[in-house]
């Protein structure tokens, strides 16, 4: 694929992958292209553990898909990230950020808008929301061929400190690279992100994964190869939209919104 094919294309796949087994070399060239990545001084602070084993994959999707469950079912979820929800197109096309649930089961959809309101969240619990949504990210992570962890030099990682910092900024360089690469070999990749928000879940993933003192557990991701119909969750989300340049881009001061393509006369 043509490179910026390739950034265009790179997405989140919130659907299941393919069974089969991560070729060897794939998983050589995703680990090789995320060192590959920029690091202050050349300190390549990030880490990376490849994961296949059956009984550790599942035992990540059970404490994800519980932690996903806890969360919707408190509420936490639905509070913590309800700047980010979008429920119509038209709100979307104008905002053109955060994430819209354009698939959810029609009983639903009424009571979409009011989910973070008390009624709203006792409607989604009767429901069953939380389970439902649980067991589809516990599937989802179960079915995944391969995991991802990454972590961090906690010599370099020094949170609060400029170090800190910039190992954040190298990780999400070597992320990306890794992002990007899953495009070009026909692969899915997604965050597994729910036990991070549960600190005691996210011990029992640096237990299983043993994760040493000197290193820091940054994040999990799933991967896998994606099947050509994409099967979509029970209730799923896109964000394909992106700003626009105005929206983003300045033109040598802060005060001056760079022109959208196109509108370059009106300036
Ligand atoms: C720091 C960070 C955290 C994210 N957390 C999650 C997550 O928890 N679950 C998930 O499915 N996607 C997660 N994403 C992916 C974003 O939702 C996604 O990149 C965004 O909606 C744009 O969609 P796209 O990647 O398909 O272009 C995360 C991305 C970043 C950079």
């Given at each position: 694929?043509?490179?910026?094919?390739?950034?265009?294309?790179?997405?989140?796949?919130?659907?299941?992958?393919?069974?089969?087994?991560?070729?060897?070399?794939?998983?050589?060239?995703?680990?090789?292209?995320?060192?590959?990545?920029?690091?202050h001084?050349?300190?390549?602070?990030?880490?990376?553990?490849?994961?296949?084993?059956?009984?550790?994959?599942?035992?990540?999707?059970?404490?994800?898909?519980?932690?996903?469950?806890?969360?919707?079912?408190?509420?936490?979820?639905?509070?913590?990230?309800?700047?980010?929800?979008?429920?119509?197109?038209?709100?979307?096309?104008?905002?053109?950020?955060?994430?819209?649930?354009?698939?959810?089961?029609?009983?639903?959809?009424?009571?979409?808008?009011?989910?973070?309101?008390?009624?709203?969240?006792?409607?989604?619990?009767?429901?069953?929301?939380?389970?439902?949504?649980?067991?589809?990210?516990?599937?989802?992570?179960?079915?995944?061929?391969?995991?991802?962890?990454?972590?961090?030099?906690?010599?370099e990682y020094r949170?609060?400190e400029l170090s800190g910092f910039y190992s954040?900024?190298?990780?999400?360089?070597?992320?990306?690279?890794?992002?990007?690469?899953?495009?070009?070999?026909?692969?899915?990749?997604?965050?597994?992100?729910?036990?991070?928000?549960?600190?005691?879940?996210?011990?029992?993933?640096?237990?299983?994964?043993?994760?040493?003192?000197?290193?820091?557990?940054?994040?999990?991701?799933?991967?896998?190869?994606?099947?050509?119909?994409?099967?979509?969750?029970?209730?799923?989300?896109?964000?394909?939209?992106?700003?626009?340049?105005?929206?983003?881009?300045?033109?040598?001061?802060?005060?001056?919104?760079?022109?959208?393509?196109?509108?370059?006369?009106?300036?």
């Open positions: 694929m043509d490179f910026l094919e390739v950034v265009r294309r790179r997405r989140t796949t919130n659907g299941p992958f393919l069974p089969d087994p991560v070729k060897p070399e794939h998983q050589r060239l995703l680990v090789e292209v995320g060192g590959m990545a920029p690091s001084f050349n300190s390549q602070p990030w880490r990376f553990v490849l994961v296949e084993d059956r009984e550790k994959i599942e035992e990540v999707a059970r404490i994800s898909g519980d932690s996903m469950r806890q969360l919707l079912e408190e509420g936490t979820f639905w509070k913590r990230y309800r700047p980010y929800f979008r429920f119509s197109e038209a709100e979307m096309e104008e905002r053109r950020d955060g994430i819209f649930f354009d698939q959810m089961p029609s009983v639903l959809k009424p009571f979409s808008r009011q989910v973070f309101s008390n009624t709203g969240q006792a409607v989604m619990n009767r429901f069953g929301v939380p389970k439902t949504l649980g067991e589809d990210n516990r599937k989802l992570v179960a079915g995944s061929p391969l995991l991802l962890a990454v972590l961090l030099d906690k010599t949170p609060g954040v900024f190298g990780m999400g360089a070597a992320i990306e690279n890794i992002w990007l690469t899953t495009t070009e070999l026909g692969m899915g990749i997604q965050f597994v992100s729910t036990p991070m928000e549960i600190p005691e879940n996210w011990k029992r993933l640096q237990d299983l994964l043993k994760v040493p003192d000197e290193l820091e557990l940054m994040a999990v991701y799933r991967l896998g190869y994606l099947p050509e119909n994409q099967r979509r969750p029970t209730i799923d989300w896109s964000s394909r939209q992106r700003k626009r340049i105005s929206q983003y881009v300045f033109r040598e001061t802060c005060e001056t919104p760079e022109a959208d393509p196109g509108r370059e006369a009106a300036r």
